[in-house]
């Protein structure tokens, strides 16, 4: 495994490509004890190594498997778990630095799961003016003022704010955790499978009001999914994860054009397409299961699973994170070509 | 309770339950091979584990194995790969199709993504609000739709994009699925529907035959016959702005 330094931070000074946020090289091993004194006999390396630049504006997808370490790379990201190794800058300046307050209100999060994260026992106009109270922003009739304007925002109606989470659906629950997000005007909102739980006909609403909020307030997003039609719908960038690192990352129609990586080639390929008419191409089926991130693979952590992984190559150097065309990187010592296709693995 | 017993439960005739902490080794065999089955790599340690050793993909093959081992004549899957990832995915439907093909078992597939309905289904029924409101086969519900909610929901559904193509909003069924204590006159879709009339508020629609085999619950199945003119009824600016919205 390398490790690259982080990058310096000479282009700060021009604050027009100024990235929001700078990922370098980011880690979390979480330790494994088979009791509270024992020692640490392992770690799960659920992030490890990863490198991205987020510019303002745009929303970048990640997707991956349950357990590639998307939702520990969001929590990194929000500083709500401390890092192993590595740095997370925001506008430049490292999050560990700046003061928490500020960056909670500046960086925001919606979960997965609308109706566990909120408080049952609050009212609406308490869950979304909570955050407004604790900056000091608004009290009183001006509170009310505001929960009423952010509930029209997310497509609800200010009668709304005095009925209690059980009494909506999980796709108004989860415009409810937008309006929420939003209340204290950030810049940045991490989306951790927002419509994972949603009906696909609610999904389409969601999907289409963050479009529109992010285009009228010039919000940043980073959209964690698994789903690869939601990623493809909403992403201006996709990253692939696998086993804690990025192993893919791109222009969304670059990616879904020409994938260079063999994982995201499988992955793309093996997407049911809910339509009789589209002709059955052949899908590559990977082999096996994904490697346990507490003992990953040596060389590239997917060349159990490669169908073109060559032997004393691939299972012993680690590829890095290169360019193949333009912001188009890959980690992989043989990128399929654009336009190329991979060899059908059969078990 | 390790996998052998988990799999022995269902595997060995039942009067030999009591016994199966101390099983013999034919019924572990017996196990190995039910494992073998289902691809379960290295089977002969497997059947030691307990589940939380192994992974999601594993545990769910576990469970077709130990439902296989009663050679049943009807499977029930429910949403069996909704935790998944697609290339798990893609193996454990390959998985149930072999043992459907080879056994002649009939599989209920119950799920809300409809590409494992079209990758692995015959027929399908599509259900709202407590009852069918469409069923046919796999061709004529997902080819060709007649009931407006099914319309709606394929449409509603994103598509990957070709390349260079522009990001437009997705369609949408405006409203919500109604609360399951709600009473309707008529038919339970007709808030969210851009053809409902007066008819559809006071009348319950019959499930109609629109083609050989195919059924829709609806009054206006004659509007729906033009699949492309129906999915524009529903992105209509007057439908989307009439009461349904947000109730």
Redesign the interface.
């Known amino acids: 495994m390398t490790i690259q330094s982080p990058e310096p931070n000479d282009s700060r000074a021009a604050s027009g490509d100024e990235p929001l946020i700078t990922i370098s090289n980011a880690r979390k091993w979480f330790p494994i004890k088979t009791g509270m004194f024992s020692p640490v006999e392992a770690h799960v390396r659920a992030v490890d190594g990863v490198d991205m630049k987020i510019h303002r504006g745009e929303t970048v997808g990640i997707v ?4 590639c370490g998307k939702t520990t790379l969001g929590r990194l990201v929000m500083g709500l778990i401390p890092m192993t190794e590595g740095t997370i800058a925001f506008e430049g300046e490292d999050i560990r630095d700046i003061n928490q307050k500020e960056l909670r209100r500046r960086l925001q999060i919606v979960f997965q799961d609308p109706g566990g994260s909120m408080n049952p026992r609050m009212s609406v106009r308490s869950i979304i003016g909570e955050p407004l109270i604790i900056n000091g922003l608004a009290d009183g009739a001006k509170l009310t003022k505001k929960v009423a304007e952010l509930l029209s925002v997310v ?3 200010p009668n709304h704010m005095n009925r209690f989470p059980h009494e909506f ?1 999980g ?2 629950k989860q415009r409810i955790a937008l309006a929420r997000a939003l209340s204290l005007d950030p810049d940045f909102i991490l989306l951790d499978e927002p419509t994972s739980a949603l ?7 969601v ?2 009001l963050l ?2 909020i992010q285009k009228e307030r010039g919000l940043t997003f980073i959209f964690i999914t ?1 789903s ?3 990623v ?3 992403s201006d960038r996709v990253g692939v994860m696998y086993l804690g690192k990025i192993v893919e990352i791109s222009e ?2 670059e990616l ?2 020409n994938p260079a990586h063999p994982y995201t080639h ?2 793309l390929s ?9 002709e059955k191409t052949e ?1 590559i ?6 490697p ?1 991130p507490a003992n990953p693979p040596n060389g590239c952590s997917f060349h159990t699973r490669c169908p073109i992984a060559v032997k004393g190559k691939c299972d012993v150097d680690e590829p890095e994170l290169q360019s193949v065309n333009g912001g188009h990187k890959v980690a992989c010592h043989f990128p399929v070509e654009a336009g190329g296709s991979l060899p059908i693995h059969t ?1 | 309770m390790t996998i052998i017993g988990s799999v022995a439960i269902l595997a060995i005739p039942p009067i030999q339950i009591s016994g199966f902490l101390r099983l013999d080794p034919a019924h572990t065999r017996q196990v190995v091979r039910i494992l073998k089955d289902v691809r379960i790599p290295n089977p002969e340690a497997v059947v030691k584990m307990y589940p939380h050793e192994l992974s999601g993909g594993m545990r769910q093959r576990v469970m077709i194995a130990m439902m296989m081992a009663c050679e049943p004549k009807l499977l029930i899957a429910d949403e069996p790969t909704t935790a998944l990832d697609v290339t798990i995915q893609a193996q454990i439907l390959g998985l149930m199709k072999d043992l459907r093909d080879r056994e002649g078992t009939a599989i209920m597939m119950i799920t809300h993504d409809l590409g494992v309905i079209a990758e692995t289904c015959d027929a399908v029924s599509v259900m709202y609000a407590g009852s069918v409101v469409e069923t046919g086969s796999l061709e004529q519900v997902l080819g060709s739709p007649r009931m407006p909610y099914t319309i709606g929901l394929l449409h509603s559904i994103p598509r990957i994009k070709e390349e260079g193509e522009v990001r437009t909003d997705l369609p949408i069924i405006p409203g919500q699925v109604p609360d399951p204590n709600t009473v309707f006159d008529g038919c339970r879709f007709h808030p969210r529907c851009p053809f409902a009339d007066d008819l559809c508020r006071s009348t319950p629609p019959p499930m109609e035959e629109v083609s050989e085999g195919h059924f829709a619950s609806c009054h206006h199945t004659e509007l729906t016959v033009d699949l492309e003119a129906a999915q524009l009824a529903f992105s209509a600016k007057q439908f989307l702005q009439s009461e349904v919205s947000v109730q």
Request: hydrophobic content about 35%; glycine content about 10%.
């Open positions: 991956g498997e349950s357990g497509g609800l109606k659906s796709g108004q009906d696909v006909s609610v999904q389409a609403q999907l289409n479009d529109s698994h690869l039609n939601v493809n719908h909403i969304t129609d879904f054009a499988a992955l093996a997407i049911p397409q809910p339509s009789v008419d589209a899908r089926v990977l082999s096996g299961d994904v346990s078990e």
